[in-house]
C-alpha cells in the first residue's frame, strides 16, 4: 500500500514565478490538507480538501490557493513567489475530515 | 502568544536515557494532543494520539497530558540513536466537522552510542 506521495522531490524557483506542486493521497483517504514547514519551525496548516472543496483554511495569502480531482489528488499552487515563500511543503491525508492525517515525504520548494 | 510553544533544543542524550520533551498550549479548550516524529528530510509520523487529560504508554513512549497546566510531554525510555529525530508536538483542533493540527516548533534529538 502506497502511502502519501508527492510530486516534485525538489523544486526551485525565482521571485514572482508561480509553482505547483502535487500530492497523492494514501488509498482509501479522501481528505487532503496542505502544510508548510520553514527550516528549524514546525508545519502550519495551508488549506484542507475535501469533496473537491476548499473547507478550511489557514493564515496564507491567496496567493496560495489549491484544487482537488475526483480521484482525491491534490495541486497547491503558489503565485508570484517571494523569498519567504521557500519551505518544506507537507501534504496529509486522511480518511475523513476529521480523522488521523498521514503525512508524505514533502516538496522541497527553495525560491532564489 | 503562540497557541503551542515547544523548545527547540537541540537535546543532545546518550544511549539508554531517558529523554523528556515538553510542550505548552495556550487554549484551554483543546482536547485532542498528539506527539510526531520527523527524520531529516521525511515527513512527520505520528508516534501517540492522547484525548484529555492522563498518560499513554506505547512501548518505551510514554505521553503525558496535564490540562490543569496546559502542558504535554513525551518520555522516550531507554533511547536509541534511532530515536534521533525532531519531535512534534501537535493540537489536533477540530471546528464544524473539520480537523486541522497546530504544531510546535520542534525539538531536536540526538541520541548518541
Known amino acids: 500500500d502506497a502511502g502519501v506521495t508527492q510530486s516534485p522531490t525538489h523544486l526551485i524557483k525565482t521571485r514572482g514565478q508561480q509553482v505547483t506542486l502535487r500530492c497523492s493521497p494514501k488509498?482509501?483517504?479522501?481528505?487532503v490538507s496542505w502544510y508548510q514547514q520553514a527550516l528549524g519551525q514546525g508545519p502550519q496548516f495551508i488549506f484542507q480538501?475535501?469533496?473537491?472543496?476548499?473547507?478550511q483554511r489557514g493564515n496564507f495569502p491567496d496567493r496560495f490557493s489549491g484544487h482537488q480531482f475526483p480521484n482525491y489528488s491534490s495541486e497547491l499552487n503558489v503565485n508570484a513567489l517571494l523569498l519567504g515563500d521557500s519551505a518544506l511543503y507537507l501534504c496529509?491525508?486522511?480518511?475523513?475530515?476529521?480523522?488521523?492525517?498521514?503525512f508524505g515525504p514533502g516538496t522541497r520548494l527553495t525560491v532564489l | 502568544q503562540k497557541e503551542v510553544e515547544q523548545d527547540p533544543g537541540p537535546l543532545s542524550v546518550p544511549e539508554g536515557a531517558i529523554v523528556s520533551l515538553n510542550c505548552t498550549y495556550s487554549?484551554?479548550?483543546?482536547?485532542?494532543f498528539m506527539w510526531y516524529r520527523q527524520y531529516s528530510r521525511k515527513g512527520p509520523e505520528l508516534l501517540m494520539y492522547?484525548?484529555?487529560?492522563g498518560n499513554k504508554e506505547d512501548g518505551r513512549f510514554t505521553a503525558q497530558v496535564d490540562k490543569s497546566s496546559k502542558y504535554i510531554s513525551l518520555f522516550i525510555r531507554d533511547s536509541q540513536p534511532s530515536d534521533s529525530a525532531t519531535y512534534l508536538c501537535?493540537?489536533?483542533?477540530?471546528?464544524?466537522?473539520?480537523?486541522?493540527?497546530?504544531f510546535g516548533a520542534g525539538t531536536r534529538l540526538a541520541v548518541h552510542p
Open positions: 496529509a491525508s486522511s480518511p475523513k475530515p476529521y480523522n488521523e492525517q498521514f
Open positions: 488509498s482509501g483517504h479522501d481528505t
Open positions: 480538501y475535501y469533496e473537491e472543496e476548499e473547507r
Open positions: 487554549n484551554s479548550a483543546f482536547q485532542y
Open positions: 492522547t484525548y484529555s487529560s
Open positions: 501537535a493540537i489536533d483542533m477540530f471546528s464544524g466537522g473539520y480537523n486541522k493540527l497546530i
